[in-house]
């Protein structure tokens, strides 16, 4: 592992403990935990968030795809910003996944599909929409759901994947419809890096089986795979987001396919906000972010 990653493992978490110290469960929230959807012990677990007064009522689901630079995070630190989408009308999959460097690339794209499939697999007993699956990922999980969205729209792109990959696991499972994307403070293009996002690159290595091999880099630039068929996708990046260019490249790949998107760019030079804002549920843009994307979705439902 670069010393890199190694430091985002550590500082990060420390951040994130911080933020959402003191958080708790919400009274209106009724939740699953620790649900086995593959074979790891440890990192193929999700839990599952619903309104209480939904009852056996079956509601649209969120599959949360978290960031962390490829190498770091899991379903704990997302749990509050899930729980908060839940309260919103959403069934909610808050999942971790197996993370690099100890797990290279397919690995987490692997993981996503498995998770997409238990959705289909699991409808009846928690009460999912199969026919409304969204999703919503941030920096490193924007570009892993990019991804994903790719394999589930592009017919070509999954064939490139499994002729790369013939032994990773990446079937898109039938009978489970991915509606609408939300693809927050993402990193689309790993070729492509400015000054302020510049250090990346280490924790890239770490993510790829061949360091960045230029056949990786092509496979998982999401710009590259964008269809006609993608996904409606919900765009978001603020000023004070180190990876903020980025999401122009993905806006751009959407406009020139004809999807279906809306980009936001929240705070101003005076309030510039930071990357991955959205997760904080002490921030009143939070709030306005959240009930912004929420209702993005159910425009589709």
Not at 58 to 85: N, T
Not at 109 to 116: G, I, M, N, P, T
Not at 169 to 192: E, H, M, P, Q, S
Not at 254 to 272: A, E, H, M
Request: hydrophobic share 35%.
């Amino acid at each position: 592992m670069s010393k890199f990653s190694d430091k985002i493992r550590k500082e990060w978490r420390s951040g994130d403990l911080e933020r959402d110290k003191g958080l708790t469960t919400p009274k209106d929230i009724v939740r699953f935990d620790d649900i086995s959807y593959g074979p790891h012990p440890e990192w193929n677990l999700l839990d599952v968030y619903k309104p209480k007064k939904a009852g056996k009522t079956p509601l649209p689901v969120i599959m949360i795809v978290h960031g962390g630079a490829w190498v770091y995070g899991d379903k704990e630190i997302y749990q509050h910003y899930a729980m908060s989408l839940a309260q919103r009308g959403f069934a909610v999959v808050n999942y971790s996944y197996r993370l690099a460097p100890e797990y290279k690339f397919p690995t987490s794209l692997e993981d996503a599909c498995a998770v997409f499939k238990w959705i289909g697999d699991n409808a009846d007993t928690y009460g999912f929409d199969t026919d409304h699956v969204f999703a919503a990922g941030d920096s490193a999980g924007a570009h892993l759901l990019g991804l994903f969205s790719a394999l589930y729209s592009n017919p070509a792109y999954r064939s490139e994947m499994k002729k790369a990959y013939p032994k990773a696991k990446l079937t898109i499972a039938r009978g489970v419809k991915l509606t609408a994307v939300a693809l927050n403070c993402g990193k689309y293009d790993l070729k492509t890096y400015n000054a302020e996002d510049k250090d990346l690159k280490k924790a890239v290595k770490d993510f790829l089986s061949e360091n960045g091999s230029k056949k990786e880099l092509e496979l998982t630039d999401v710009c590259a795979h964008v269809t006609d068929k993608y996904p409606p996708a919900f765009i978001m990046t603020v000023p004070g987001d180190f990876l903020r260019s980025q999401a122009r490249l993905i806006a751009n790949a959407l406009t020139d396919n004809s999807v279906p998107f809306i980009f936001r760019y929240y705070g101003s030079k005076k309030n510039p906000l930071h990357h991955v804002f959205h997760c904080n549920m002490r921030l009143e843009d939070a709030r306005i972010c959240n009930d912004d994307e929420c209702g993005f979705f159910k425009l589709y439902v």
